[in-house]
């Protein structure tokens, strides 16, 4: 049983790791690929989405791979 509680934060452990890379990108460059209109907004507004991009990173990795194949 506690090799598998391991394996489960491992994985998870990894998911956000590569959410919290992805939240910085998204920070900095990836929030002006899905909308226009962020370029307008202050900092502190993109710093607001920041936790949400750590948790739903494949979900807006997908939305920007998508925007930019259009």
Do not use: C, H, Q
């Not at 491992?10 to 910085?24: D, E, K, Q």
């Amino acid at each position: 049983m506690e090799i598998v509680i391991d394996v489960i934060l491992s994985v998870l452990g990894l998911y956000f790791g590569i959410g919290l890379l992805f939240g910085i990108y998204f920070f900095f460059k990836g929030a002006f690929k899905l909308d226009e209109l962020i370029i307008e907004s202050k900092w502190t507004v993109r710093l607001l989405l920041v936790p949400g991009a750590i948790g739903l990173w494949p979900i807006l990795l997908l939305k920007i791979i998508n925007k930019l194949r259009t």
